[in-house]
């Protein structure tokens, strides 16, 4: 599995300045971390390592090999759950995100439902909740499929936190083959479910992973939170099973991970080391 890095590295710097970052701490892989569908005033500026996915693709694609490093996912969080409305990030910015990966041969695109916000989304029912995603996800799916490239649901909200929440999606869309998982091992143990049986359940559908491992403090808040941002500690050093999950996947056939770890470098190395050392 190659393994990259959330170009998150350093705050407030550009996506070039985290690249330099990646690169000088060995790392050959990273995801396009952060899009927006428009210009940016802070990425613009150099303080947010954000692509505008109205961006040339190829320059970026430039970029990451200016450094040696090769994308491995457009990140393309979504709100899901939310009534559509060209004000939030949706349906066409996945479409958009799905062009811009297939331009430059980037296979996968990750978005999510993320927490009910509103008053309307709040006021869901479960039903209703995978309705909505699922059709938000329809002209996507078929796109994704049509341009060689899959969109991976990660676990960061109510539907997608939990197995059957992610399986009524798949059902609803008629599990098509442009539609995979995006394992975050933190986000799904956070809202409840157990990231190793999730592992398992969805071993052929996962195409990429979000690693990270959460200490005791996090125990308290287990199934009432939807997604955690990101681990300052090492994989293995949490509560976390992560050893499971690489014993899951580990034949898998599954080509990349990222770390979803803020740190020093040396959390970043262990991590590496630790995923390695379980077959990984």
């Not at 676990?155 to 995006?182: E, K, M």
């Not at 500690?233 to 050893?243: F, K, R, S, T, Y």
Request: a negative charge; aromatic letters at 8%.
């Amino acid at each position: 599995m190659n393994i990259g890095v959330f170009l998150l590295i350093e705050p407030f710097a550009s996506v070039e300045r985290q690249l330099q970052r990646a690169q000088a701490m060995g790392f050959a892989h990273a995801d396009i971390t952060d899009t927006n569908a428009g210009g940016s005033m802070l990425g613009s500026a150099g303080f947010s390592p954000t692509v505008s996915l109205d961006e040339n693709p190829f320059e970026v694609k430039r970029l990451f090999e200016k450094y040696g490093i090769t994308p491995l996912t457009v990140c393309a969080h979504a709100a899901l759950l939310e009534p559509s409305n060209p004000g939030l990030y949706g349906t066409a910015e996945i479409m958009k995100a799905i062009h811009f990966a297939a331009a430059i041969g980037i296979k996968d695109v990750v978005t999510t439902d993320t927490d009910p916000r509103s008053e309307w989304a709040q006021n869901l029912s479960y039903k209703e909740r995978v309705f909505v995603v699922a059709e938000k996800l329809y002209t996507p799916v078929k796109m994704a499929a049509d341009y060689g490239v899959r969109l991976l649901l990660e676990p960061h909200g109510p539907i997608t936190d939990s197995i059957q929440g992610l399986q009524d999606v798949f059902d609803r869309l008629g599990n098509p083959d442009s539609l995979g998982v995006n394992l975050d091992t933190g986000n799904s143990w956070l809202g409840g479910a157990d990231p190793v049986e999730m592992a398992r359940v969805f071993k052929d559908k996962i195409h990429h992973v979000h690693w990270k491992d959460l200490g005791p403090e996090w125990e308290e808040k287990r199934g009432t939170e939807y997604g955690c941002g990101f681990s300052t500690i090492a994989l293995g050093d949490g509560v976390i099973d992560i050893q499971g999950v690489c014993e899951v996947l580990k034949d898998a056939d599954i080509d990349s991970g990222t770390l979803e770890i803020i740190g020093s470098e040396d959390i970043l190395k262990k991590s590496v080391a630790f995923l390695k050392a379980n077959g990984l």
